[in-house]
C-alpha cells in the first residue's frame, strides 16, 4: 500500500509539473527551445541584411537570447520569397520587414499582407530626402514644386529601382499637397536603385531627385548636391541647414522603417518574449552605434504599437498608391 501511495503521489506531482509548463506555438515548451532563425529577404549586403545581423548579433552579445541565432538570406521578389518561407514555418523563425510587405500587396504583386504575419516590433527608419544638383536654380522646395507646377515636363526626377516604393511614394504625397497630380509627374526610373540616381543627378540627367538619405547625405556635405528637405519630424544632426517638410509648409513625416515579423498566430507568450528581448536590444551602446553608423533613427515600437502602425501605413499607402495611379 506504502509503494502504491508513494506512485499516486510522484504521478500527480509530474501531472501538476507539466500543467504548469510553458507551451509554444510549435508545440514544444519553454520558449524559445530550439535554435532561431532570422530570415533577411534579400542577398547579403544592404539595409534588410544589415538588420538582421546586427539583431542575431546584438542580441547574442549583450547575452539577451540564450538560444543559437541563426541568419539566412531568401533573395527575390522584393522580399517576397524570403516573407512566404516564413510563412510556413513556427514560432522559432522571424524575418526583417519594412513597407514593401504593404506596397506589394497593394500593387497586385502579392498575396501576402502584413495581417498573414505576428508583428513584433518597428526597429528603426531612414528619412527619405529631396535633392537637386548644388547649381540648380531651385533654392528651396517650394521653389521645385512651383515650376513642377507650372510645368511638370520641364522637370526631370529621378527615382528608383522602381515605382511605388517609399522614394516615389514620399514625392507623390508631398507633391500633392502642392495640387500637383502625380500623373503629370516627369519621372525618370533608375533599375540600379538610389546610387545610379544620385549618378544621374550628378551626371546633370536629371533635376531633382527622390531617394533615402544614405545616398545623398555625403554628397551635400562635400558640397557636390544640395538637399532641399528631409521626411523627418525634426531637423537632423550635420545636417542643421537642411529643414524638414513641414518646416517648409508641408504637413507630413514619411519614415523608411524597418521591422521584424513572425510567422502567424505566435502565443501571448511569445509575443512578450519578443518585447521583453527587443526593447532591451534597442536600449544597448551597440544598436545605438549601429543607428549612428548607418544614419539611421530609432523609431522602436512594440508589438502592439507596430500592429497598430501596419494598419495606419497600409491606409496611408493605399491612398498614395490610389492617387499614383499605378494600379487601375
Known sequence: MKKRGFLLILGLVLLLSACGTTKNSSGGSAYPNKHIEIVAPASPGGGWDLTARSVQKILKDNELVQNNINVINKPGGGGEVGWNYLNTKDSHY??????????????GQSKLTHQDFTPLATLATEWQAIAVSVDSPYQNINELFEQIKKDP??????????????????????TG??????????????????????????????????????????????????ILAVSSDERLEELED??????????????????????PNMTEEEIQYWDEKLSKMVESEEWKQLLENNDWDSFYQTSEETRLFMAEQEKLYKELIDQSGLVQ
Open 94 to 107: 522571424l524575418a526583417v520587414n519594412s513597407s514593401l510587405l504593404l506596397t506589394n500587396n497593394l500593387l
Open 153 to 174: 515636363t520641364s522637370v526631370k526626377i529621378g527615382v528608383g529601382p522602381g515605382l511605388g516604393n517609399d522614394d516615389h511614394l514620399s514625392f507623390v504625397q508631398a
Open 242 to 263: 537642411v529643414p524638414t517638410l513641414q518646416e517648409e509648409g508641408l504637413d507630413m513625416v514619411f519614415p523608411h522603417w524597418r521591422g521584424i515579423m513572425g510567422p
Open 177 to 226: 499637397m502642392k495640387d500637383i497630380q502625380a500623373k503629370d509627374l516627369n519621372f525618370l526610373v533608375y533599375d540600379g536603385g538610389g546610387g545610379d540616381v544620385v549618378t544621374a543627378l550628378l551626371g546633370k540627367h536629371v533635376d531633382a531627385v527622390t531617394t533615402s538619405l544614405s545616398e545623398v547625405k555625403e554628397h551635400h556635405l562635400a558640397g557636390k548636391v544640395k
